[in-house]
């Protein structure tokens, strides 16, 4: 389940040479590239949990900042998840890795009166992340949708979480400080279509961050976010698991693998099969 838009190429890619990137992520007349917002939907057998991992940009925009982000009209989430036929009442949990508009701004359907998405299910955040999304700094106060956190304060469920906590049904989780304060990444270790899998979103965007030291300006602390993804990169190499690429629009996945210069991740489908180039 996904949903399209597109922001500065090189803002995506930081100080990384606009001829490099440009190779995988071709730019507009804008310099913008194109990304989507990958949800993922988990469902554990053994507890009949129906857990939905981020709910992307959503559609509450004006019609400037969608010319400036290149959404497209659209269904808003629940409506994507019965177009894929699943009931929406049917989640009970929603995990938000972070709160940054592109992950967090489906919360709140659009309409005349605006109403959460997911009123029925349990909104897991981390405990810094909520507290840095609440007080931002100045670099970051754009990111965040403060009406929206109001809203879920006041009409749903939120359970604040330490790294260690159980996350989700069939989910676990460790959080990441590179990007943003208190980020989670969801990994599901067991799965019956596929290999282990870690989601990681904005620590790995996209393909062309698969490289530790490609990392985007929107990052808070890129050294450390170069350090948390070689740190991440070896732990899927030791189990045969793989990631999630939350922004990208082409590929959906990438696979650890041992390249003879020490693991590496490769593009990959979900089920954990190779993309033959």
Known sequence: MLSAFALDGGAMHGIVPK????????????????LVARALLVDDATSGARTLIEVGAGQRWS?????????????????????AGVDPDTVTHVVLTHLHWDHAGGLVLSGDEPALAFPRAEHVIGRACLAHAEHPNEKDAGSFRPDDLARLRRDGTIRLWDEGDPLA?????????????????????ERDDGPPLAIPTDLIPT???????????????PTVTAAEKRALIGELAAIGGGVVLYHDPLVE?????????????????????????
Do not use: C
């Open 207 to 221: 393909r062309s961050h698969l490289k530790p030291g490609w990392v985007m300006a929107y990052d808070n602390r």
């Open 253 to 277: 996945a990438a696979f650890a693998r041992d390249s003879g210069r020490g693991p590496e991740l490769v593009p990959a489908r979900l089920d954990g099969s190779m993309i033959t180039p």
């Open 169 to 189: 049904p069939g989910v676990t989780g460790r959080l990441a400080h590179g990007h943003t304060e208190g980020q989670i990444i969801p990994w599901i270790l």
């Open 63 to 83: 019609p400037k900042e969608r010319a400036i982000y290149g959404f497209a009209p659209g269904p808003d989430v629940p409506d994507l998840l019965r177009l």
């Open 19 to 34: 001829p490099l990137w440009e190779r995988v992520h071709p730019a507009d007349a804008q310099n913008r590239i194109a």
